[in-house]
C-alpha cells in the first residue's frame, strides 16, 4: 500500500508515533489510509451540511476496512460573492481547493480519497486534484437546494435576481422584493437551477468519479446520508484493486 511508506518498518517508528498519537491502532496500521477533503463551512449554502455527510462516509470507509482521516479545504459562494470585488476571488479559490488536497494526499501518502464538496469551483477543483493525485477516489457532491415556494410558483435564485431589475425598472415594490428573497432559498444545498455546481455534479457521475445517483439526490434527503456512506464504503478496496499490495497483518506489523 502507498501508506506503507509512512507506517511499514522499524524506519518508520517515528511516523507510527505520531499516528498513534491520533488514537490508530495496531490492526488499523495494516489497512488502508483514506483521506477525506471536505469542503465544510458555515457561509455557503452548499457547504453547510457537509459536516454530517463527511461523518457518514467516515463511518463507511471504517465499516468497510479502511482508516479515515479527514481535511478542509475551503470554498467560495459565487451568489455571495457576485457583483462586488470578491468576485475576482471565486476563479483563483480552484486552483487552491486543487492544490491543498494534492498537498495532503501527496505529504501523508494516502491510498485513497473521498472528495465532499458542492458548488461552483469547488468540484471542479476536487476533480484537478483527484487527476493529479492518481489514486483511487470517490467524489461525494452535497445535492441542490429545494425549490423555494411562494403564491403557487415555485422559486430559485434567478427569481431574485429577476425581482432586483423589476424594482429597478418600478415594476416590483421592495417589499414584494424582501418577501420573494425570504421565499426563494428554503434551506441547504447549491442553488437551484443549471448552473456549475449542478451541472457538474451530474458530469461528475457520467464520469464514475460518485456514485450513481447521486448528483441529483437534494441536500435535505436522507438518501443523500446514505450516498454518503456508501462512498466510504467504495474506497478502501480501491487501492487493493489498482494493484497494490495487501494490507500487512497484525502478525506481521508485531514483527516490525
Known amino acids: 500500500m502507498r501508506s506503507d511508506e509512512i507506517k511499514a518498518g522499524y524506519s518508520r517508528a517515528p511516523n507510527r508515533s505520531l499516528l498513534r498519537s491520533l ?9 488502508p489510509f483514506i483521506g477525506i477533503a471536505n469542503a465544510y463551512n458555515t457561509i455557503v449554502p452548499g457547504h ?36 462586488h470585488e470578491g468576485m475576482r476571488s471565486s476563479l483563483p479559490s480552484r486552483e487552491n481547493i486543487a492544490d491543498s488536497i494534492e498537498l495532503m494526499v501527496d505529504a501523508h501518502r494516502f491510498d ?11 468540484v471542479p477543483g476536487m476533480l484537478m486534484a ?10 461525494l457532491t452535497g445535492g441542490p437546494m429545494l425549490s423555494g415556494y411562494q403564491e403557487g410558483k415555485e422559486l430559485s435564485l434567478i427569481d431574485v435576481f429577476e425581482g432586483v431589475g423589476k424594482v429597478a425598472a418600478g415594476t416590483m415594490t421592495e417589499d ?9 432559498m428554503p434551506g441547504c444545498g447549491s442553488c437551484q437551477g443549471l448552473y456549475t455546481a449542478n ?3 451530474c458530469m461528475t457521475e457520467a464520469m464514475g468519479m460518485s456514485l450513481a445517483g447521486c448528483a441529483a439526490i437534494p441536500a435535505v434527503d436522507a438518501a443523500k446520508l446514505r450516498i454518503a456512506r456508501e462512498s466510504g464504503e467504495a474506497t478502501p478496496d480501491r487501492p487493493r484493486e489498482w494493484g497494490s499490495s495487501a494490507p500487512i497483518s497484525e502478525k506481521e506489523y508485531q514483527t516490525l
Open 23 to 31: 488514537g490508530v491502532t495496531d490492526r488499523e496500521m495494516g489497512l
Open 48 to 83: 453547510v451540511h457537509l459536516r454530517q455527510l463527511g461523518d457518514k462516509v467516515r463511518e463507511g470507509i471504517a465499516a468497510a476496512g479502511g482508516v479515515p482521516f479527514e481535511f478542509g479545504t475551503i470554498g467560495i459562494c459565487d451568489g455571495i460573492a457576485m457583483g
Open 112 to 122: 485513497g480519497l473521498v472528495c465532499v464538496g458542492t458548488c461552483d469551483k469547488i
Open 130 to 139: 483527484a487527476a493529479r493525485c492518481n489514486i483511487p477516489t470517490v467524489v
Open 176 to 184: 414584494a422584493l424582501g418577501e420573494l428573497e425570504c421565499a426563494a
Open 199 to 201: 451541472t457538474m455534479a
